[in-house]
């Protein structure tokens, strides 16, 4: 089976290292300033040319309250005022965008992601998607797949009716952890009946697809009580899971200095907390589908790991990752056939450049035949636990164990530890090498060691 783990303590403490999450490759650390707006618009030209369908992420930054554990890119602000300058320049950057693609390219996957995307009132989001609509060929038909984040604390039944009605079928609930003291340590209050109301809804409306975020690791959590969160997570029965651990990096992310470390549990506990957590979503019927995320069988995500057609990238575990990516507002990333590049992390600079009528585009990357080929092997491994050397000789007219030579000493060590299988034609993440598959990709990383780890979380 495919999501049979294995545990080894052992294993786990020898590879839990810091490293990339891998929702791309070459990262995000890679991306640089000679990559600019002729780029982005060369890339869109390409696509439009080759009439590739596409994926829309659109950044809504704006949250009521901070979360102490949060490092999304976001702006905490009480006055819902601010909202509508912002999705004055998010339009101009619409319109600009869609202007160098075809009509014809259709929209498959559409997420809304935050900052809190309900933060925006019901009028604003409905002017939001018409401009969407106006501009790039959005399905009518429901078959797309179309998600957004939602805090249930900023949602209600009429809002999940507006998000229904507007072409939203598949929601992410913002969870992290039931117990309020937990809660009030990340300053986050939020009650099971607020949460459990919104995922009601949404079964009502017949929202196609419903997961659920959790952390592990958060101050004043402990086996015992985060146990007791899974236990009544699983009884809402959401169709997909993402279980994060938390990483306490204060220097780099501001509202994370009002957590006191003295109330974060131990790696021992991090650990107990993460191996109750798959049994218990194991043993009510989840699949693992890896690097944190599990689904129910019946999954679209667990279907097309069975068929070794999933596929990974900024948005996490996909089945669209053949789409080009389009990335709208503050920070969003897009990926473009062999280009990445980001928009400005900064609201204010974002503003600016489109008031001029100009893209926010700050830095990104283009991709070389070595970034390609080590791309292909990553996402191979991370998304179906194997990789047969002769499709990469294939694609890519290399001889494998030529190419990666200097990487079959790493590799055999990991063969002896159990935590791959290593023969002449493939490697095979073993169940007890599955929880790390992040440290098998490290060894294919060939810009991990310049850069080193700090930027990056542990694997467990």
């Not at 909202?83 to 693609?101: F, G, M, T």
């Not at 609930?173 to 209050?189: C, E, M, S, T, W």
Request: charged share 25%; hydrophobic share 35%; glycine share 6%.
């Amino acid at each position: 089976m495919l999501d049979a783990i294995r545990w080894d303590t052992d294993l786990i403490r020898r590879y839990d290292l810091a490293g990339p999450r891998y929702t791309s490759y070459p990262t995000a650390v890679q991306f640089n300033s000679q990559v600019g707006t002729f780029d982005l618009f060369h890339a869109l030209r390409d696509s439009r040319k080759a009439q590739r369908p596409l994926s829309l992420y659109v950044h809504v930054p704006f949250c009521a309250n901070i979360c102490y554990y949060c490092a999304c890119n976001k702006v905490i602000t009480k006055d819902r005022g601010r909202a509508q300058p912002y999705l004055q320049r998010l339009e101009q950057e619409i319109q600009l965008i869609a202007c160098h693609l075809d009509p014809k390219q259709k929209v498959e996957q559409l997420h809304f992601g935050g900052g809190t995307p309900t933060f925006l009132s019901h009028d604003e989001l409905r002017q939001l998607m018409a401009h969407l609509r106006k501009h790039f060929n959005l399905l009518n038909d429901d078959s797309g797949d179309y998600g957004i984040e939602i805090d249930p604390r900023e949602a209600d039944w009429s809002t999940m009716g507006l998000l229904r009605e507007l072409g939203f079928n598949r929601v992410s609930i913002g969870l992290q952890d039931l117990d309020p003291a937990v809660q009030r340590a990340v300053n986050r209050l939020q009650s099971l009946e607020e949460t459990r109301a919104v995922i009601d809804a949404a079964r009502t409306l017949q929202f196609r697809s419903i997961n659920i975020d959790l952390i592990y690791g958060l101050p004043k959590q402990t086996p015992e009580n985060f146990a007791r969160t899974v236990e009544e997570v699983i009884q809402l029965q959401p169709d997909r899971l993402s279980v994060f651990n938390y990483a306490h990096l204060p220097e780099r992310f501001m509202p994370q200095r009002r957590i006191n470390s003295n109330e974060l549990p131990t790696p021992a506990q991090k650990l107990e907390m993460l191996q109750r957590t798959i049994e218990q979503l194991i043993s009510a019927g989840y699949r693992y589908i890896g690097m944190d995320h599990f689904a129910l069988p019946d999954d679209e995500l667990a279907i097309a790991q069975e068929e070794s057609t999933l596929q990974r990238n900024f948005q996490g575990y996909t089945t669209h990752g053949h789409c080009d990516l389009i990335g709208l507002g503050v920070s969003a990333i897009s990926q473009i056939g062999d280009l990445y590049c980001q928009n400005t992390s900064d609201l204010h600079q974002y503003q600016n450049a489109l008031a001029a009528s100009q893209l926010a585009t700050s830095r990104g990357l283009s991709c070389n035949a070595d970034d390609r080929l080590r791309r292909a092997v990553i996402q191979q491994l991370i998304c179906t636990f194997s990789l047969e050397f002769s499709d990469i000789e294939q694609a890519f007219n290399i001889d494998f164990q030529g190419y990666f030579g200097e990487l079959w000493p790493q590799l055999q060590d990991m063969a002896k530890d159990g935590l791959i299988e290593l023969d002449r034609d493939r490697i095979t993440i073993l169940p007890a090498g599955r929880l790390l598959v992040r440290s098998v990709c490290m060894v294919f990383d060939a810009y991990l060691e310049q850069h080193g780890r700090q930027r990056f979380s542990r694997v467990i």
